[in-house]
T-cell receptor, first 113, second 111 residues
Framework: NAGVTQTPKFQVLKTGQSMTLQCAQD?????MSWYRQDPGMGLRLIHYSVGAGITDQGEVPNGYNVSRSTTEDFPLRLLSAAPSQTSVYFC????????????FGPGTRLTVL | GENVEQHPSTLSVQEGDSAVIKCTYSDSASNYFPWYKQELGKRPQLIID?????GEKKDQRIAVTLNKTAKHFSLHITETQPEDSAVYFC??????????FGAGTQVVVTP
């Protein structure tokens, strides 16, 4: 099992550019989520999904879109990148809802100039 | 919604001493409290968790206690070792079952 994988590991964008962060898991987990991690602020939930075809907003959803067409994949799209979106992004998955261990991907370090 | 506060933000301990990190939460419906360890440049990894029907849980040198009445829970690391140096995050579920994380505690274990 590869667990939770994310690509790319690093990315530099210019303000206004768009891009998609990829996340995949091979554990047949129903629940997947995206967090951003900023210094001194812990992990903040951006969007989450309780199963294929179902997504919902977390604490900081503005500027991001998600989709869940398959159980395995949960991509995060930045529509028009802004410097405030400079952060480390983690994808996570768990078996059902969040009252179970969440497994994190290795993260994507994004810089927006 | 759920609000999780974590203290201290940094903790320096001598090797062999104990470390204690405390968290408080606001949502009385919270029923799951995990603790994650994150080494520099790595992903967060679960080290221990506790559910609301349990007051204490122990796993070798790590223990977690939960006081539901006071809405606080704590992580205890005994006999600290240099490899315990990392950032530790507490978390609690909100009313919808989503995890709310604390801001993290940087633990430094000095030989």
């Amino acid at each position: 099992n590869a667990g939770v994988t994310q690509t790319p590991k690093f990315q530099v964008l210019k303000t206004g550019q768009s891009m998609t962060l990829q996340c995949a898991q091979d554990m047949n987990h129903e629940y997947m989520s995206w967090y951003r991690q900023d210094p001194g602020m812990g992990l903040r939930l951006i969007h989450y999904s309780v199963g294929a075809g179902i997504t919902d907003q977390g604490e900081v959803p503005n500027g991001y879109n998600v989709s869940r067409s398959t159980t395995e994949d949960f991509p995060l799209r930045l529509l028009s990148a802004a410097p405030s979106q400079t952060s480390v992004y983690f994808c996570a998955s768990s078996q059902t809802n969040t009252v179970n261990e969440q497994f994190f991907g290795p993260g994507t370090r994004l810089t927006v100039l | 919604g759920e609000n999780v506060e974590q203290h201290p933000s940094t903790l320096s301990v001598q090797e062999g001493d104990s470390a204690v990190i405390k968290c408080t939460y606001s949502d009385s419906a919270s029923n799951y409290f995990p603790w994650y360890k994150q080494e520099l440049g790595k992903r967060p990894q679960l080290i221990i968790d506790i559910r609301s029907n349990v007051g204490e849980k122990k796993d070798q040198r790590i223990a977690v206690t939960l006081n539901k009445t006071a809405k606080h829970f704590s992580l205890h690391i005994t006999e600290t070792q240099p490899e315990d140096s990392a950032v530790y995050f507490c978390a609690a579920t909100d009313s919808w079952g989503k995890l709310q994380f604390g801001a993290g505690t940087q633990v430094v274990v000095t030989p």
